[in-house]
């Protein structure tokens, strides 16, 4: 794998392999990013179920000036600290060895933190898409035209609403696809 754009453009890091693992490939990140482009720079990028750190990565070399990156596998875990360590990343990148949903609940209560860019992506088969959109759905964790991405099978149904975000577009690329999501704005009033 390797850092597609941006001032990490072309630096190659560890990939994490096994059955529960699916990387997000090269085409799909580079599609993601062309989409998200215009967002990326300055932003506080929140990448869940980080893996092996790649999104978050490719945020931060495009000009994002935070990147949280949340993992429960403590392999990935040390696979992240390592790409980021490989790819030269020495400021903005903050990695926290825990649960999405324990993370989620927890700063759901400080009202101060929100972030521009909100990825998920869990292993395809996890029980997790429905309680993680539902809480970020119940809490507002995203500043200002902020967006929630989630990268799923391709067939995987998602739900169009889910408390006050919205579904604008969805993106299918071979297996996988990408549903973005934003404040409804007759929630955000």
Known sequence: MRVIAGKFKGRRFEA???LDV?????KLRETLFNIISQRVKESHFLDLCAGSGAIGIEALSRGASE???IEHSRRAYKVINENLRHCGVNNGAHIIHQD??????HI???RMIKFDCIYFDPPYESDLYMPVL?????????NEDGIVIVEHRRNRELPEKIGNLTRYREVIQGDSGLSFYQIDPEDAA
Do not use: C, E, V, Y
């Open 16 to 18: 994490l392999h096994g």
């Open 22 to 26: 699916r990387p997000t490939s090269d």
């Open 67 to 69: 990147a949280t990156f």
């Open 100 to 105: 999405a949903l324990k993370f989620l609940k």
């Open 108 to 110: 759901s209560a400080d």
């Open 134 to 142: 539902s809480l970020l759905g119940a809490h507002n964790l995203l």
